[in-house]
């Protein structure tokens, strides 16, 4: 880490300096830009894979200081979801990044992010209650409100995103656009396992069995690319393709199978103009998700 004498020191076999509290991280940050510098930020839950790192690259390739955050946010987990499971490890995932070269890693505690008696929420109305919104209400309210509050400590220029969280990138657009706030989306393409599966850092739930059957999401994408590269052009079709696929798998428990519109996420009928095909499914104790962008059809 260069420039940051002011951190503290996480102890262990990692020597990253950690922020942990909001004054700290919005002086380090602010510090930081001075110069005119661009600053980006990955947003994390930590338990980070190599799709993880893929953004952590684009934010140095893109930015002269890159921070990144480490925060299980309790808000986008629903009451009986795995929120006290979910994988956390922090030493080895701030070694990581200090591999990666961040300069700067904000990981608060819960009480940080959320002083008692917080009642204050961002939601986009309408886009949070589709796909992932309609299985796990709540879910995007709590992923628009701690990103808007990490991008108010951290004032990066640019926040980078996995095209995975496909529907969260497209919310998170939206509440950049209404509320002005002036920082720029990218969205990174899918980082995937040799066999295709998207890496996902709830994938460690797996056993060897649920790992070889949770390839079914990308299968069925698959086949719905392999329809529209034929010529197929009608959801319903594509959607009854990929359905099929998920039925190759009686282990597996399919969420949704929906083909939208990227910038609303309502159905469209017809994909000639281009669409998003998101597939969420139960595998074991996960819920993984997928997708593919179809593009605009030529001729």
């Known amino acids: 880490m260069s420039g940051l004498g002011a951190l503290s020191d996480l102890g262990g076999e990692s020597s990253v300096n950690t922020l942990r509290t909001i004054s700290e991280m919005r002086a380090t940050s602010r510090a930081a830009r001075q110069g005119g510098k661009r600053l980006g930020l990955v947003p994390t839950m930590g338990a980070l894979h190599e799709g993880h790192l893929s953004l952590v690259r684009a934010a140095r390739a893109q930015c002269d200081v890159v921070a990144a955050s480490i925060f299980v946010n ?18 080895r995932d701030c070694a990581l990044l200090e591999r990666e070269s961040v300069d700067l890693v904000f990981a608060p505690s819960v009480e940080e992010m959320y002083p008692a008696g917080a009642v204050t929420w961002v939601a986009v109305e309408g886009l949070s209650e589709r796909l992932c919104g309609r299985s796990r209400p709540g879910h995007f309210r709590g992923v628009t409100t701690v990103v808007a509050k990490l991008f108010h400590m951290v004032e990066p220029d640019a ?81 009854d393709a990929a359905q099929r696929i998920f039925l190759e798998e009686p282990e597996v428990r399919l969420d949704y199978v929906e083909i939208v519109d990227n910038d609303t996420l309502e159905p469209v009928a017809d994909v000639a103009r281009g669409a998003l095909v998101a597939v969420a499914a139960h595998v074991g104790p996960a819920r993984l998700i997928d997708n593919l962008i179809l593009p605009t059809a030529k001729g």
Not at 76 to 90: I, N, V
Request: aromatic share 8%; with cysteine.
């Open 74 to 91: 309790p808000t986008q987990f629903g009451p009986s979801e795995d929120f006290e499971k979910y994988p956390r490890a922090l030493e």
């Open 159 to 239: 926040a980078f995103f996995g095209q995975k969280d496909a529907a969260q990138c497209t919310i998170l657009r939206k509440m950049v656009r209404d509320l002005d706030m002036g920082v720029e989306i990218v969205v990174c393409p899918i980082v995937r396992e040799a066999d295709g599966l998207a890496m996902s850092s709830r994938n460690a739930y797996l056993s060897p069995a649920e790992r070889a059957s949770a390839t079914v999401l990308y299968r069925a994408l698959g086949r719905v690319q392999a329809r529209w590269e034929k010529g197929e052009r009608h959801s319903a079709r594509l959607i």
